[in-house]
């Protein structure tokens, strides 16, 4: 059983964070493979929760060993500060390991996340504002500033100059802002060199040699299958693959080694941001289910958009990803209503349509058919197994896992590592 990925199906916030804990005990290594500190993963361990934003959530797991892969994108103040802030809650970072090749969020990539946000105005995307398309987007121009750059003052140099030269004309001459100053930016990143240098290290490599020797190796995505780059409703996404595929290129790992692909689904749907999302509730009950779910961005503090479970959504996620098995988060927090929609299909145009559309036109004008399903009024949150869910909430379950495609294989009914019913082993 040496590979495995952990990904978010829906919109993101799925609860890949207290999925990945849960693991994080039983595996070697855990490992970020795109994305950045855009996302945000909460773990609840008793009494203590923690938000991760660009460290794996294996770094709670003592036997664990965090991995920063080639694919993350990393801003090295918020890397440090998370590491410092851990450490003074008795966290030890010590193991964490970085990929020499993760390409840096410069300060500049975060002051052209913002100003390109505020010149779209209406059209804008709700990005997190932590620099993460501008610095994919370097990457891909062939003009991004690596981590191994830290250690090599002149080329650092040369390729700040050559990031900054176009830039401070877009800067300047379109946005009306100042220039950035090569040199400033030089000597921020420098600062970081010597602070980061004990991490740094082949993850590549690394990887490779565990998987070889049969370790257990967990990759935890962030954001989720619909914001993919690829795959997501583009333009309304993300700049990385946080798809299955995504853990390949995004750590170094063939796809031979991956043997089972987990997708993290809620028990309805969430979306921070802008864009298309067909099942949002704009009435009481979307009110109800953001305040039961506590549904608030753990990076940005936006209140998220919340909506009914879309099967649609969920059979595409298990197919763009291959996924093995689900994990089904936050079913405690539909207790209480006497009936729960499922969307089972969209009408567009009025045409029944069952699969995801590819084209973005009709996606937007997608509009849920809905079939109702007998809800439960227990309190769940004590449940062990699944014969200790009320006969509805079975159904419940039941249900989505047909629509959906793959076996759920855990559910959690709270926050807490403890509060999960595990169906069948991931190990
Ligand atoms: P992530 O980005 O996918 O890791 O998810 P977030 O941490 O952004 O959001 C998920 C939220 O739901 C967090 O506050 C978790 O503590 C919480 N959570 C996760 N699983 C469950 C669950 O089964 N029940 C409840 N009530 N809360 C959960
Ligand atoms: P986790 O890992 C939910 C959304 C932003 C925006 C879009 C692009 O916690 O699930 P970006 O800053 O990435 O360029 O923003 O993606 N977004 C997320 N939404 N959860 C996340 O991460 C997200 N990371 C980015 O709100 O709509
Ligand atoms: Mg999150």
Not at 32 to 56: E, F, I, M, S
Not at 151 to 157: G, K, M, Q
Not at 392 to 408: D, F, R, T
């Amino acid at each position: 059983m040496p590979a495995l990925v952990l990904l978010g199906a829906q919109w993101g916030d799925e609860g890949k964070g207290k999925a990945t804990d849960l693991l994080g005990g039983s595996v070697d290594y855990v490992v970020r493979y795109q994305g950045g500190n855009n996302a945000g993963h909460t773990v609840v361990v008793g009494d203590q929760k923690y938000a991760l934003h660009l460290l794996p959530s294996g770094i709670l797991s003592p036997g664990c060993t965090p991995v920063i892969g080639n694919g993350v994108v990393v801003d090295p103040s918020v890397l440090l500060s998370e590491l410092s802030g851990l450490n003074e809650r008795g966290v030890d970072t010590s193991k964490l390991l970085l990929s020499g090749n993760a390409h840096i969020i410069t300060p500049y990539n975060v002051t052209v996340d913002k100003v390109t946000e505020r010149f779209l105005g209406k059209r804008k995307i709700g990005t997190t504002g932590r620099g993460i398309g501008p610095t994919y987007a370097d990457k891909i121009n062939r003009v991004g500033i690596r981590v191994q750059d830290l250690y090599d003052e002149s080329i650092l140099t040369q390729k700040v100059e050559a990031a900054l030269d176009v830039k401070n004309q877009i800067l300047t001459k379109l946005y009306n802002r100042r220039a950035i100053a090569v040199d400033q930016v030089v000597e921020e990143l420098l600062g970081y060199a010597d602070k980061l240098a004990p991490y740094v290290a082949d993850t590549v490599l690394v990887l490779n040699q565990a998987l070889e020797e049969d370790k257990v190796v967990l990759f935890e995505g962030g954001q989720g299958t619909l914001l993919d780059i690829d795959h997501g409703t583009y333009p309304f996404v993300t700049s990385s693959n946080p798809t299955a595929g995504g853990a390949c290129t995004g750590a170094g790992v063939g796809p031979t080694k991956i043997s089972r692909v987990i997708g993290i689904l809620k028990a309805y749907t969430t979306r921070v941001g802008a864009g298309p999302f067909p099942t949002e509730l704009f009435d009481e009950d979307g009110e109800a289910l953001r305040r039961i779910g506590g549904e608030r961005g753990v990076t940005t503090g936006r209140d998220r958009r919340c909506g009914w479970f879309d099967a649609v959504i969920a059979r595409y996620a298990t197919r763009v990803n291959g996924l093995t098995d689900f994990f089904l988060t936050k079913l405690d927090v539909l207790t209480g209503w006497e009936q729960i929609p499922v969307c089972v299909a969209y009408e567009i145009d009025g045409k029944r349509v069952e699969e995801l559309p590819y084209s973005q036109t009709d996606f937007h004008h997608a509009k849920p058919v809905y079939e109702m399903l007998p809800g439960w009024s227990e309190d769940i949150s004590k449940a062990k197994s699944f014969s200790d869910l009320p006969k509805n909430a079975q159904s419940y379950v039941k249900a989505l896992e047909e629509m959906s495609g793959a076996p759920i294989s855990a559910i959690g009914v709270g926050p807490g590592r403890d509060e999960t019913i595990e169906v069948n082993s991931f190990l």
